[in-house]
């Protein structure tokens, strides 16, 4: 196995790499972001290894840089920031797993052998389509039936999130954590709001709708049925 290390405390990464050699596998370290980022960018890796707090580049954007490049190789946060938050963020940074510092060199070898067990993540999507709407991600453009649709940001991004959650009723509380990072209710009508400008522009101007209101749950966004 092929291993990048991303670790700027020496005696952290002389330690792992050690234990993964001795493991038989192949361990490359870095410890500026940037280089590490470079690095695992243009070179195969089974698993990468990476710490949050980094020169040059942290870990959380390195590992949104790696992802945005479509790089789909499992990776694992080793890092003293453990917070349930921090985790959460890590995860949702692209990451595959999280361990907290201090840690057993067993379970981090366990974590990483079954992250390469894992079969290949597919691509994800640029497009996203729910009928005659698309959703492109790369230009940052929404169209119905061949017709631009001027869609704020927020708007935006409320609906790249029902979209991936096509057929699925996403709720309010899903909703503001999702779009708005909300991780508590704030007692307004944000979400109902842009729901109604949304629906106002992927919706009324066209013959079938597609973003359905499932009363006292949430919403929905899915072709007629």
């Keep these: 196995m092929r291993i990048l290390m991303i670790e700027d405390d020496r005696r952290t990464a002389d330690y792992?790499?050690?234990g993964f050699t001795e493991a038989g596998h192949v361990c490359d370290v870095i410890?500026?972001?940037?280089?590490?980022?470079?690095?695992?960018?243009?070179?195969?890796?089974?698993?990468?290894v990476v710490d949050r707090m980094l020169p040059g580049l942290d870990g959380l954007s390195v590992m949104k840089a790696i992802r945005a490049a479509r790089v789909t190789i499992p990776a694992i946060f080793l890092t003293a920031v453990?917070?349930?938050?921090?985790?959460?963020?890590?995860l949702e940074a692209g990451a595959d797993d999280?361990?907290?510092?201090?840690?057993?060199?067993?379970?981090?070898?366990?974590?990483?052998?079954?992250?390469?067990r894992r079969p290949?993540?597919?691509?994800?999507?640029?497009?996203?389509r729910v009928a005659d709407l698309q959703l492109d991600l790369i230009k940052r453009q929404a169209t119905r039936g061949g017709q631009?649709?001027?869609?704020?940001p927020r708007e935006f991004t409320l609906l790249e999130v029902l979209m991936r959650g096509e057929g699925r009723v996403l709720t309010?509380?899903?909703?503001?954590?999702?779009?708005?990072?909300f991780h508590f209710d704030p007692k307004t009508s944000v979400v109902e709001t842009h729901i109604s400008r949304l629906r106002s522009k992927i919706d009324k101007p066209?013959?079938?709708?597609?973003?359905?209101?499932?009363?006292?749950t949430g919403y929905s966004l899915h072709a007629p049925r």
């Design 31 to 48: 410890a500026d972001g940037h280089d590490a980022l470079f690095q695992a960018t243009r070179e195969p890796y089974d698993v990468i």
């Design 82 to 90: 453990g917070g349930v938050d921090d985790r959460v963020e890590g």
């Design 16 to 18: 792992v790499a050690k």
């Design 172 to 181: 309010r509380t899903m909703l503001l954590e999702k779009v708005w990072e």
């Design 148 to 152: 631009i649709l001027d869609l704020q």
């Design 206 to 216: 066209f013959d079938v709708p597609l973003l359905h209101t499932i009363r006292n």
């Design 120 to 128: 290949p993540v597919l691509e994800r999507k640029t497009v996203l």
């Design 98 to 116: 999280y361990l907290v510092k201090p840690f057993a060199f067993s379970e981090l070898m366990a974590r990483v052998n079954a992250l390469a």
